[in-house]
C-alpha cells in the first residue's frame, strides 16, 4: 500500500507499507549507514532521493530512525522497549501493532504515561499513513512499529 507520494526532504518519510515490509524515504543530505542490502533492509538510490525498506520493527521520527527495534512479534514486548521511547522525549508515541489492531497491557506504557507521552495504538498500516500526517504538522513524535 502506497501511503505517501509527497516528499519532504528534510524528514523520514513513510513511503509505503505491505506486511512484512516498511518503505523509508531518508532525509536529503543524511550521512546514512553504507548501502547494503540483506535480510533485514535493503537500500535504493534514485537521482533526488534515498530509500530504505525495512523488514524489521523500528522507531522512527521525523529526524530519526531506529533501525531493528528489537521486539519483532506483539508476543515479544516488554516493558523495556517502551522505556526506550520514553527516552525520547516525544509528546505522542504511535504504536503500530502489526497488521491487526492489538492493545499492549497498560503495564507495559507506564513509562510513557507517567512521563506525560500520550500512546496511540492502531494496526501498523494505520500508524503508517498517520505517522506522515503528523510529520507535515511538525508534530515531535515517534512511532515504533512491528513490522511483522
Request: proline share 8%.
Given at each position: 500500500m502506497q501511503v505517501s507520494?509527497?516528499?519532504?526532504?528534510?524528514?523520514?518519510?513513510?513511503r509505503a507499507y505491505e506486511p512484512g515490509q516498511i518503505t523509508i524515504n531518508l532525509p536529503a543530505g543524511m550521512v546514512a549507514p553504507p548501502?547494503?542490502?540483506?535480510?533485514?533492509?535493503?537500500?535504493?538510490?534514485?537521482?533526488?532521493?534515498?530509500?530504505?525498506?525495512?523488514?524489521?520493527?523500528?522507531?522512527?521520527?521525523?529526524?530519526?530512525?531506529?533501525r531493528d527495534w528489537?521486539?519483532?512479534?506483539?508476543?515479544?514486548?516488554?516493558?523495556?522497549?517502551?522505556?526506550?521511547?520514553?527516552?525520547?522525549?516525544?509528546e505522542i508515541v504511535l504504536?503500530?501493532?502489526?497488521?491487526?489492531?492489538?492493545?499492549?497491557?497498560p503495564a507495559l506504557l507506564s513509562s510513557l504515561i507517567d512521563n506525560g507521552i500520550g500512546v496511540e495504538v492502531m494496526d501498523t498500516a494505520a500508524a503508517c499513513r498517520t505517522y506522515n500526517i503528523l510529520t507535515a504538522d511538525g508534530r515531535n513524535f515517534a512511532a515504533a512499529l512491528l513490522v511483522k
Open positions: 507520494l509527497e516528499v519532504n526532504l528534510g524528514s523520514y518519510v513513510i548501502a547494503k542490502n540483506d535480510a533485514a533492509h535493503d537500500i535504493f538510490e534514485e537521482p533526488g532521493s534515498r530509500r530504505e525498506i525495512l523488514r524489521n520493527s523500528l522507531i522512527i521520527s521525523p529526524v530519526q530512525l531506529i528489537p521486539p519483532q512479534t506483539f508476543e515479544e514486548l516488554n516493558r523495556e522497549h517502551f522505556d526506550r521511547l520514553s527516552e525520547l522525549e516525544p504504536f503500530g501493532s502489526g497488521e491487526t489492531l492489538r492493545w499492549p497491557d
